[in-house]
């Protein structure tokens, strides 16, 4: 081990992998190597150790060697030294999640079986004189006790490695005998032919139990060696995976290969580490970004702009960078990859130290469901510079939701009775609940939103606009000279319950069928210009409050990206928050703000994402205003830690009110107080 620390990941990070390509192999000068990663400011190095193939002599039965390895020497063993004299830490990575077509011709029960009972095969048509790859079965004998921990106690034996990480632990569908009775003695059925029909918890606990097998003996054997394991934002569940791992890691590609019209959403690294940091005194998650524009374009770099723009989100939201590369920098070509990653880690670690260990400033929690109806509003809160958490229903307790002034609970989130306890009592001591659309039939939620129990829903209604009720409404700032903003979707017909509810906007329906709204616009008249019909509702209950839309927001976000609806969720924020709003920014869509505390000081970090993406230029952005409520604290200091240029600021009343002159990609600004 390099010093004494051991769990040494619970620290900030800058992690570099090298994806080896075995006919490499002779490339690699671990000196040289290790310089390298020095250069480019790794604190850790991710290298291939065993699993597809064997980077070191590997002694154990099926266990496929890389013959490019040479004869006279252990290279992973120079590997680790080299980088422990440089400081590095070592990161084992290993994959037996497939193997060589040999192994398959010896042992073909560990293999994944189709329904036909062909065993699957990984580019069965790749060119070039390669042997096949085959898919092994997660629950079968080699990625368990028959190869996968023979070779782990064989690496924690031989080799002093830091950390062990387990790539492409996944569950693919198998049809194998061992498979078959593992899910009649699970399930007592026979495993469906169809895999959509497979229980919903049968892939997810192949993984927990192979992993767990895994971490114990890991445990067992080395326990200063922290193992790390992959979560999703989407799939898994992050208190399982915790059980069976000491760190979690998450990749949230730039798969700009599929297609500008599938090109991955600008907030998916931000949502990603939000949700990992989710979990309460847990390492912060590591955030893994690959440097190619897709698989399928490995060899060459993601567009310099996006890429430090994907890369600055992974910090700015506190989790530890995991730059992945393809090669050794002696093989990538596209010094581009290389440049980037280098200056990102100087910026990272001018930071890092202050956000070791720091908390997130938000006043606002959204739950996380993980539908379109939550990445409507986290793409609605990051593009109004709303500083937030992501938390799901098990983490939302009474404690817990003390620290927010809001929470938002997006369209067709399931609201137990014990959860519906929670949200009572946090309205009665001063938050806001905001809710969507299609809500829970509970009567006690829906008195907390302060509307009547039931309610109809309309048809799919175009044509149709929310129109803002009565004077100085707050829903209505910064679109005051219009009365109307563009509406689609459903709406839930309902009602306002007693004084203590206002009706702040009304349906407008629609005055024509799709058909006909332009011919003729002599006929574009409303037929009927107003309604009492709410489609948002503000309840005042206890200290807190409610915001109801009886329409979906979220949907209106993610298909048609409007100023207006942003504003709305701008605007809602500001009648949650009240006096009690903490902070506000000059409005930019494509600007990323968050915030943390540490010891009393204060982080506040900013992403220029504007443009159109990929990012192909990074736009700089201009006198960037932002006003802090001091909360009674004078003001010691301001400066930025990646530029290190001085900063102009002002405490007006009770607010620090700051000017950054330039933003390019991220700065993050430390506030200090007396």
Request: hydrophobic share 40%; charged share 20%; proline share 6%.
């Amino acid at each position: 081990m390099v010093g004494n620390y051991i769990n040494w990941l619970d620290k900030p990070q800058r992690i570099i992998q090298t994806n080896l390509q075995i006919r490499d192999t002779h490339l690699i000068n671990p000196r040289k190597l290790a310089s390298q990663m020095k250069e480019m400011g790794a604190t850790a190095l991710v290298f291939n150790v065993g699993g597809i193939y064997a980077w070191y002599p590997s002694k154990i039965d099926g266990h496929k060697v890389n013959e490019y390895l040479p004869q006279d020497s252990d290279l992973l063993k120079e590997v680790i030294e080299a980088c422990h004299e440089q400081d590095i830490r070592f990161i084992a990575r290993v994959d037996f999640s497939k193997t060589d077509d040999v192994v398959y011709l010896r042992k073909p029960h560990w293999f994944v079986r189709q329904p036909t009972g062909l065993p699957e095969i990984i580019g069965a048509e790749r060119p070039g004189n390669w042997s096949l790859l085959m898919s092994t079965c997660l629950n079968s004998g080699y990625r368990n006790e028959d190869v996968a921990i023979p070779v782990l106690e064989e690496v924690l034996s031989n080799y002093d490695v830091d950390g062990i990480f387990f790539n492409a632990p996944h569950y693919v569908p198998c049809y194998c005998e061992v498979c078959k009775d593992k899910y009649r003695n699970r399930y007592g059925v026979e495993i469906p032919l169809d895999r959509n029909l497979f229980a919903v918890d049968w892939s997810s606990s192949c993984i927990r139990d192979n992993m767990d097998k895994m971490y114990k003996f890991i445990k067992r054997k080395s326990p200063e060696v922290p193992m790390i394991l992959y979560y999703n934002l989407y799939k898994d569940n992050l208190y399982a995976r915790m059980e069976t791992t000491d760190i979690l890691c998450t990749e949230p590609q730039d798969i700009l290969s599929e297609g500008h019209h599938r090109i991955p959403e600008f907030w998916k690294p931000a949502l990603s580490i939000k949700l990992g940091r989710s979990i309460p005194d847990n390492p912060p998650p590591l955030g893994i970004v690959h440097s190619s524009p897709g698989m399928e374009w490995r060899h060459t770099g993601l567009p310099p702009a996006e890429y430090r723009f994907w890369l600055a989100q992974i910090t700015s939201h506190g989790g530890s960078i995991w730059h992945s590369l393809t090669g050794i920098p002696d093989t990538i070509t596209d010094k581009r990859i290389i440049e980037t990653v280098a200056e990102f880690n100087r910026n990272v670690s001018k930071v890092e130290m202050y956000m070791d260990k720091a908390q997130t400033l938000a006043q606002v929690g959204l739950m996380w469901t993980a539908d379109a109806a939550a990445e409507g509003w986290a793409d609605g809160l990051i593009n109004c510079q709303i500083p937030f958490d992501v938390l799901l229903q098990e983490q939302a307790t009474s404690e817990r939701l003390t620290r927010y002034k809001a929470l938002i609970l997006p369209e067709g989130m399931n609201v137990t009775d014990d959860f519906t306890a929670v949200l009572r009592k946090f309205v009665e001591e001063g938050g806001h609940l905001i809710s969507e659309g299609e809500i829970s039939d509970q009567l006690e939620l829906r008195k907390l939103l302060g509307i009547v129990g039931g309610s109809s829903v309309s048809e799919y209604l175009t044509a149709a606009y929310l129109r803002f009720e009565g004077a100085n409404n707050p829903l209505q700032i910064g679109m005051e000279d219009t009365e109307l903003i563009p509406h689609r979707g459903k709406v839930h017909y309902t009602r306002p319950t007693n004084a203590k509810s206002s009706v702040l906007a009304t349906l407008v329906p629609p005055f024509s069928p799709l058909e006909s709204v332009g011919a003729p616009p002599e006929r574009a008249s409303l037929p009927v210009s107003h309604t009492d019909i709410p489609l948002c509702i503000h309840h005042v209950s206890g200290l807190g409050g409610s915001v109801y839309l009886t329409f979906s927001l979220s949907a209106l976000i993610n298909e048609y990206k409007l100023g207006e609806h942003y504003e709305l969720v701008s605007n809602i924020i500001n009648i949650a928050l009240g006096e009690d709003k903490m902070v506000e920014v000059t409005k930019y869509h494509g600007l990323q703000m968050s915030m943390f505390e540490k010891s009393g000081q204060w982080l506040v970090h900013l992403v220029n994402g504007v443009g159109r993406r990929p990012l192909a230029t990074n736009i700089p952005l201009h006198n960037i205003e932002i006003k802090i409520a001091l909360r009674g604290r004078k003001i010691a200091d301001v400066r930025p830690l990646i530029s290190g240029e001085s900063i102009a600021y002002d405490v007006k009343g009770n607010h620090l009110v700051l000017r950054l002159p330039k933003l390019d990609i991220w700065e993050c600004l430390l506030i200090e107080f007396q």
